[in-house]
């Protein structure tokens, strides 16, 4: 019985690593699919708005407001070009004048300015 016995722990010997390396196998495999999982959806950052503005000028005792001045030149512009859609405005602010002059679309001069 003791040569069957040494057979049986021989056996057994062999038996034990063999399921170690099986085991390893397994990690990894786990490891493997967890890399290969989709990280979650991660949440845009919300958009920044921006602050709600005003913008005055004050000189010589007056006011002009933005809005105010920005109305004043859409106006004007819209009256002497009925036709034209208007894409950009650059306003120029005189107040030692009591002016504004203004460029719609890359276009102005002079003559394009109104009185505040």
């Known amino acids: 019985m003791a040569v069957k016995e040494k057979t049986e722990?021989?056996?057994?010997?062999k038996k034990a690593p063999a399921k170690k390396p099986a085991e390893k196998k397994e990690t990894a495999a786990k490891?493997?699919?967890a890399a290969k999982k989709e990280p979650a959806e991660k949440k845009a950052p919300a958009a920044k708005k921006e602050p709600k503005t005003t913008v005055s000028v004050q000189f010589g005792g007056r006011e002009y407001a933005e809005k105010d001045i920005l109305a004043a030149v859409k106006k004007a512009y819209t009256k002497a070009f009925k036709d034209v859609a208007v894409k950009t405005v650059d306003i120029y602010v005189k107040p030692e004048e009591g002016a504004a002059y203004y460029v719609v679309n890359g276009e102005g001069g002079a003559d394009m300015?109104?009185?505040l």
């Open 9 to 13: 722990a021989v056996e057994a010997e």
């Open 31 to 33: 490891k493997e699919t």
């Open 113 to 115: 300015k109104v009185m």
